[in-house]
Each structure stands twice: as structure tokens, then as C-alpha cells.
Nanobody, 124 residues
């Protein structure tokens, strides 16, 4: 599956953004999806994941209660709604896909396909 992320931008602290990740391929609905982020000079870190069926989600502690992951399998798209943004949320955000649902959904190595990053900058 090929992934294309979009929706990044510059926003003030306390603001919101919605990221989208469009997937190509007929088997998209079989893939569980994740969002990761990487700030300059830091390792890529897990943000959120959603099961292929949409019935299960998982979040990093740092974004719980502020971010929401969702998907529309009819549109082959996964979303990341980001509210109450903080300067520390500034990073390049990446979507990723994997077949199945695993205990290690927060691990970079679990994912088979990656989209290009979309930049999110939160000003204070």
C-alpha cells in the first residue's frame, strides 16, 4: 500500500489541525494504520494507531485526550485530529501501515509501509 500524508501547517498553541493520510491499493481496509512524529534531532515516536476495522485505537500518553485517530475505509483515508496543540507537538508527522494488529503497534519496526512526512509547527 502507498501512503500520502497531508494537512500539516503552522498553528498557534491551543489551536488545531487535522492530518489526512490517503492510501492506494485495494486491500487498504485490511491494514491497521499508525501515526508517528519526528522532531529535529530526535527519534521517530509513536502518536496513535487504529485497527483495520476501526474498533480499536491506541495513543501515546503525551497526546491522549487531545488527539483522535479515525479512518474512513470507503475513502481509503486515515485522519489525525489534533486539538489543544502545544509547541512540543512540532514535528514531521508520518502515517504508516501494517497488516494485522499487534501488541507492538507503537514500534516503528512493526510497520511495512510509510508515507512522506507532513510538517506541523506550533508557535507559542
Amino acid at each position: 500500500v502507498q501512503l500520502q500524508a497531508s494537512g500539516g501547517g503552522l498553528v498557534q498553541a491551543g489551536g488545531y489541525l487535522r492530518l489526512s493520510c490517503a492510501a492506494s491499493g485495494r486491500t487498504y481496509s485490511s491494514y491497521s494504520m499508525g501515526w508517528f512524529r519526528q522532531a529535529p534531532g530526535k527519534e521517530r515516536e509513536f502518536v496513535a494507531a487504529i485497527r483495520w476495522s476501526g474498533t480499536t485505537t491506541r495513543y501515546a500518553d503525551s497526546v491522549k485526550g487531545r488527539f483522535t485517530i479515525s479512518r474512513d475505509n470507503a475513502k481509503n483515508t486515515v485522519y489525525l485530529q489534533m486539538n489543544s496543540l502545544k509547541p512540543e507537538d512540532t514535528a514531521a508527522y508520518y502515517c504508516a501501515a501494517t497488516l494485522g494488529w499487534f501488541a507492538e503497534m507503537a514500534r516503528v519496526w512493526r510497520y511495512d509501509s510509510w508515507g512522506q512526512g507532513t510538517e506541523v509547527t506550533v508557535s507559542s
